[in-house]
């Protein structure tokens, strides 16, 4: 959901360029995450599973930030990044684990999808050139704090 909201996202104005992976990723997107995507009006057209192995390698995408996302995620083993990317940890319950009716599910994927917009049109806001690295961290992770 990240990195269609930010790819997609007008004030980013190609700023950045946004890309999902977790260290066991699915075969492929949950069905109920595309559907999210598609509900808020986002394309969903090459939206894969990655593994984030595939940016510890050469030639990889030069990574600027890394923001976790999983609650679970702050607790693993991170690979080995090529650079320094700044990190923030952005926690949030899976919404892939949430139990109930269809209806009560696509819900908890709603409420992530929500979570996210909001902080990555706060950290799309952020005057990123302006800030020294130990203020740009603060707000980082402050930015992890909000709902």
């Keep these: ?21 977790g260290s066991h990723p699915a075969a492929k997107p949950h069905p109920f995450v595309l559907d999210q995507i598609q509900r808020a009006g986002l394309p969903v057209d ?9 940016f510890a390698v050469p030639g990889s995408p030069k990574l600027d930030f890394v923001f976790t996302v999983c609650d679970t995620a702050a607790s693993e083993v991170c690979p080995v990044r090529l650079g320094q990317p700044m990190t923030a940890h952005w926690g949030l319950p899976d919404p892939s684990l949430a139990e109930g ?12 999808f929500h979570f996210l917009a909001n902080r990555i ?27």
């Design 101 to 112: 009716t269809d209806e009560q599910k696509h819900h908890a994927f709603a409420e992530t």
């Design 46 to 54: 090459g939206l894969r599973s990655k593994n984030w192995d595939e």
């Design 1 to 21: 959901m990240s990195e269609s909201i930010l790819n997609n996202l007008a004030i980013n104005g190609g700023r950045f360029r946004a890309f999902s992976a």
């Design 121 to 147: 049109n706060a950290f799309v806001s952020l005057p990123i050139d302006k800030l020294d690295k130990l203020s740009l961290q603060k707000k980082l992770n402050a930015i992890g704090k909000t709902k």
